[in-house]
């Protein structure tokens, strides 16, 4: 029996943590051997440089005059079949049940029974697209119909089956991070340029749509700054961002407020920080507070989907009801003012994302499931090379 699988791997390539985890599991599993397929309408993101078992394939949409939108899902399923077919694969992995879970239905249809889909769900693809009437039959197909489902928290899975009335067997896969990239940096040089040695740093990071509640930063910001003479560094972009820029100009904190846009080295930026502000209304899971915690910084956010799977209350940071800003302005002044208590969460946030989302324990539970929907023994495999 071949030890290694041919995967082919769909996400998007260009939004999202989930285009992000899809990515980085890519890069694993092409690492331990495995040969691994992106199928998608451009070359994900962070791929980055040439790896040994990675290809990529590009879809082409037609341009067929009569149609009024080009139909990409349907050239998305023909390429799957074709990659299929053609590179003798063993698994569809795809992130996102619509468009991707559909799509993979599709190319199994013409492919065969041979061809097992695994479908990881990530959160909007049920927390919104599962909320429209006419998209809820088709996403309950996609998903009863993949061999295998897996759901990045336990929050995002019972929603699943309280919106979908879900039946079927749903596995529990974390999303994680690369602890070679995701480790404390030494970013004292960088962090000399927004604060000074005395002041604090407090970050938030994200897309600025209205789910993140950007301007809740903002207001716990203000309230911390009253106490602790400290600094705000907002990374990312989206719709919100200018009305965030004026609240911060209404409020006169534009002389400590820094906007840093766009970040890829991630790991570095949030080094910088003393906390990560999440406040959030709606959050499947929070990557980016994984990403905090690996490199030793603390969360302050909500109690809100996937996030208190993710942060430990009072051990790797603090959690408050949403919309609670004096709350959590309260659990970062505790914390900025506490230099042991900083130590101590640093300490068990390094701990708590080595031993519970590192990049190997993840990796092996989805070839675990690999293998299982294959009816295959999992063979011993080496672990990821470092």
Request: hydrophobic letters at 40%.
């Amino acid at each position: 029996m071949d030890r290694f699988l041919k995967i082919g791997i769909t996400c998007y390539p260009s939004l999202g943590g989930s285009g992000v985890v899809a990515t980085e599991l890519g890069k694993l599993l092409a690492e331990k051997g495995h040969e691994v397929h992106f199928i998608s309408h451009s070359v994900p993101f962070r791929l980055g440089s040439f790896h040994k078992n990675i290809f990529y394939h590009e879809v082409d949409v037609s341009d067929y005059y009569v149609f009024r939108y080009p139909p990409y899902d349907l050239s998305l399923a023909t390429k799957m079949a074709q990659v299929a077919k053609s590179q003798q694969l063993d698994i569809l992995h795809v992130h996102y049940a619509v468009p991707h879970a559909v799509c993979a239905f599709l190319a199994k249809q013409m492919v065969g029974d041979n061809l097992k889909v695994v479908t990881t769900l990530h959160g909007t693809d049920i927390t919104v697209l599962a909320q429209d009437e006419s998209l809820k039959d088709l996403i309950r197909l996609a998903i009863n119909e993949s061999d295998a489902v897996t759901s990045v928290s336990h929050d995002l899975m019972k929603e699943t089956r309280e919106v979908l009335d879900i039946v079927r067997d749903i596995d529990l896969t974390y999303n994680f991070v690369d602890e070679r990239v995701y480790h404390p940096r030494d970013a004292i040089a960088c962090r000399s340029d927004f604060a000074a040695q005395d002041e604090k740093v407090l970050m938030h990071i994200s897309n600025f749509r209205p789910v993140k509640r950007v301007s809740d930063v903002v207001d716990i910001f203000k309230m911390v700054n009253e106490q602790v003479p400290s600094r705000l560094l907002l990374v990312g972009e989206g719709p919100d961002l200018p009305k965030v820029q004026m609240k911060i100009k209404e409020m006169g904190l534009e002389n400590r407020v820094h906007f840093l846009g766009k970040q890829d080295d991630i790991a570095h930026v949030i080094s910088m920080a003393d906390i990560l502000l999440l406040p959030s209304e709606k959050e499947s899971f929070g990557l980016v507070a994984l990403e905090a915690m690996a490199c030793g910084v603390p969360t302050v956010g909500t109690v809100a989907g996937g996030i208190p799977e993710l942060v430990s209350h009072g051990q790797t940071g603090f959690l408050a009801p949403i919309g609670a800003t004096r709350q959590m302005a309260d659990y970062s002044i505790l914390l900025l003012k506490n230099e042991k208590l900083a130590r101590e969460m640093r300490e068990s946030c390094l701990l708590r994302a080595r031993n519970e989302f590192s990049s190997d324990v993840i990796t092996a539970q989805y070839e675990s499931i690999y293998y299982r929907v294959l009816n295959r023994e999992a063979p011993h495999l080496n672990p990821t090379c470092g």
